[in-house]
């Protein structure tokens, strides 16, 4: 389920690949998608384990054995729940669970929504929350370079090999509308749609901006909460969710006039 990625440059698993990838970037990849049905995924998931990467599936057609296998060896996140993933289809007449009813099942799952409202309409963003709550479930917003801009042309992708999408309706699309193309929200759309949209309070929909995806990151050690001895990052808002001021390391660096 490729969906806006360049289709030239997907490719399978190998294992002479991405150790070769893994072995340059000096511990800089922290975390790594991948769809499970492609060959070698489980030994991929494995080595992914080994380096300390978060292994996650993500843009995947795969069923739910396929992500069973790749959870037993060491995908334990799935990347924009819902989006470009697998769910109930039909193999000659029999019903076969896809990659959201993995997640759903899976308790050691956590999962990434992309709470713009759009992405993740309103039911479903009810539903992920009564099923996995706000523990198990990290705000994302996948935004590319149009995010904060007005609508229009962008590309999406590096300056020499990209794609145009068109920024309407607040997304992007593919030029044909067939598809989102990545998003243009920012963080506070996320939890001010989550307290809306999303029925949810105010306390988790900022747990899920912040301490659950620190903690899927393996970074709640300094990052996600306020506590002694964490960096001094703060970011202050009123009621309707408008930025006011942001502090990082304990310096701010944003302050709305």
């Known amino acids: 389920m490729a969906g806006a990625q360049d289709g030239c440059y997907l490719r399978d698993p190998e294992p ?6 893994i072995s340059r970037a000096d511990g800089l990849i922290k975390r790594w998608s ?3 049905e492609l060959p070698g995924a489980p030994a991929f998931a494995a080595e992914l384990r080994r380096q300390g990467i978060l292994a996650a599936a993500g843009h995947t057609a795969a069923d739910f054995d396929q992500c069973d296998a790749a959870f037993r060896s060491g ?22 669970a896809g990659t959201v009813e993995y997640g759903y099942w899976q308790d050691g799952m956590t999962i990434e929504i992309i709470a713009d409202g759009i992405h993740v309409p309103q039911p479903l963003l009810w539903l992920v ?23 229009g042309t962008y ?8 794609r145009e ?9 593919m030029p044909d509308r067939s598809c989102f193309a990545g998003s243009v929200a920012t ?42 001895g964490k960096d001094a990052d703060v970011v202050i808002f009123d009621d309707n969710i ?11 660096i944003y302050a709305k006039c």
């Open 155 to 162: 590309i999406l992708g590096g300056l020499s090999s990209h």
């Open 129 to 151: 929350m009564k099923i996995k709550g706000a523990d198990r479930i990290a705000l994302v917003t996948d935004s590319m370079r149009a995010a904060g801009m007005p609508e």
């Open 16 to 21: 002479a690949d991405y150790t070769d990838i």
């Open 34 to 36: 991948f769809a499970p």
């Open 75 to 96: 995908c334990t996140h799935l990347t924009h729940f819902f989006s470009c993933m697998s769910t109930v289809t039909r193999r000659h007449a029999h019903r076969i």
């Open 187 to 228: 963080a506070d759309r996320l939890v001010r749609t989550m307290t809306t949209l999303g029925g949810c309070t105010l306390q988790d929909a900022v747990k899920m901006m912040t301490a659950t995806p620190a903690r899927i990151m393996h970074i709640d050690d300094h990052k996600g909460s306020l506590a002694v």
């Open 242 to 252: 408008d930025i006011q001021r942001t502090i990082i390391n304990g310096k701010t």
């Open 165 to 173: 999408v068109i920024v309407e309706e607040g997304v992007a699309k």
